[in-house]
């Protein structure tokens, strides 16, 4: 959709804003908006500014992982409609306006609007438009050494456009529906890849335990986990599979942005998949002092035992160029075991499910050494784990190119999105006649 530009502009004189329709005028917050200090009301629920922009009661969202409300001190009252922002979470795209009534710490900037003429919404869209392009932090930056708050000291001398309340309500109901079915066909997409993972799933923990010949005699497996396997199979534990089970050094690497080699975090695999491109690098002697037990080696196999992501493995491309971060751990096959199939096996929830038992109810997941050492697997002979192998690379290479493509399409999206809030709030667009004719 594509929108005209207003006749007329004017420099505003601000980097970030640019050039803005002629008849706009400009302020700064603290001329458009008051600092409250309410007192709260012991009935008052907790009111967060979350980063998508939502301020809600907490409740209304999540509760995980907040400090007790109980133990905080120093509330403040939020009225629905006022403008809220998170001093250490504002660069992240946390400000907004409360749709609740309830309280919050004093590390949020309550705001409320000094006129009537004056949309809170607008200037939450304005100033989360300021916060992801960078200018919060970079203001910030030059504020203090503490580049990750934005306090009202701060915000209230940000100098922002004025248009018209017209606009304002107009820029507003433009970008709450064009972005409802923006984030309507994300969430759509987001849905497909869901589903695109469990078929790649399916695939990988039919083949891994049950074989590729459909017609094939089968046996209890003794197991709960596996169910039946071929008759012909065995079943193993992991310790009988690997010739090395090596734990990460229980350190903190030490980083540096120009190293030649990479620290491997539980972030940077996913379901099988290494992303190297986005690992943190380190100097030889830090790689050398984290190799000290076991060098990591061309198709070794990396393990996250612990965290939101534990679980995962991924084979290593090439050796001499890694080294296991906090939280991994690595495996190496023995001479009966093909690495790919051992490394698709440790990714299927036959083997999730057993280190489970060691997570149920953590805060943060955490497995035991022991526990994945004994893991039970599915043991075809060598030439069919081979087999195996090479039918699930082909299968799930169609799959993994789907996924790729439905993820970029969901990049396209935000981008379009992005750009579109960004010249709305700026002036760069005129949607006054869009908005009144639809």
């Known amino acids: 959709m594509s929108f005209p530009r207003y006749h007329k502009y004017k420099k505003s004189g601000v980097p970030w804003i640019g050039d803005i329709p002629e008849h706009w005028e400009q302020t700064r917050l603290k001329n458009l908006f008051n600092l409250m200090k309410r007192a709260p009301e012991e009935a008052d629920e907790i009111v967060t500014a979350f980063r998508d922009g939502e301020v809600t009661l907490r409740l ?100 922002v456009p004025v248009p018209t309340l017209d606009e304002q309500n107009q820029i507003t109901a433009l970008l709450e529906r064009e972005t409802s079915k923006i984030d309507a066909l994300v969430a759509e997409q987001r849905r497909l890849i869901e589903l695109l993972k469990e078929k790649r799933q399916a695939v990988i923990s039919h083949a891994v335990t049950k074989g590729l010949n459909p017609n094939a005699p089968m046996k209890p497996s003794g197991i709960q986990w596996l169910g039946d396997v071929p008759e012909h199979w065995d079943v193993s534990r992991l310790k009988h599979a690997t010739s090395h089970i090596v734990d990460c050094p229980h350190e903190t690497p030490t980083i540096n942005d120009d190293g030649e080699f990479f620290s491997i975090r539980t972030s940077d695999l996913d379901d099988g998949n290494l992303y190297p491109d986005q690992m943190r690098r380190v100097d030889r002697s830090e790689y050398l002092h ?64 057993q280190g489970e038992v060691d997570t149920v109810g953590a805060a943060s997941p955490h497995v035991n050494v022991e526990t994945i050492r004994n893991y039970r697997l599915a043991t075809p002979p060598k030439e069919e784990q081979e087999q195996i192998a090479e039918f699930v690379h082909s299968r799930t290479e169609t799959l993994d190119r789907l996924i790729t493509e439905v993820q970029r399409g969901i990049e396209l999206l935000l981008e379009r999105r992005t750009a579109l809030i960004s010249a709305a709030v700026t002036g760069k667009i005129d949607v006054r006649n869009f908005v009144e004719s639809n």
């Open 60 to 159: 209304n969202r999540r509760v995980d992982g907040f400090t007790n409300a109980i133990q905080e001190h120093g509330y403040q009252r939020i009225l629905q409609g006022d403008l809220v922002i998170h001093a250490m979470d504002a660069f992240a795209g946390a400000i907004g306006v409360s749709d609740s009534v309830g309280k919050s710490t004093p590390v949020y900037s309550v705001c409320a609007p000094k006129r009537t003429n004056v949309n809170a919404h607008y200037y939450g869209r304005l100033l989360r438009h300021m916060a992801l392009s960078g200018y919060i932090n970079s203001l910030a930056k030059g504020i203090r050494e503490r580049s990750t708050e934005f306090r009202w000291n701060e915000a209230s001398n940000v100098l």
């Open 290 to 353: 984290r190799i000290r037990r076991e060098p990591v080696l061309c198709d070794d196999i990396v393990y996250s035992r612990e965290g939101g992501r534990w679980g995962h493995a991924a084979l290593v491309p090439e050796s001499d160029r890694f080294c296991l971060g906090q939280r991994m751990m690595q495996f190496r096959a023995n001479a009966a075991f093909n690495p790919r199939y051992l490394m698709l096996h440790l990714n299927t929830k036959n083997v999730y499910r």
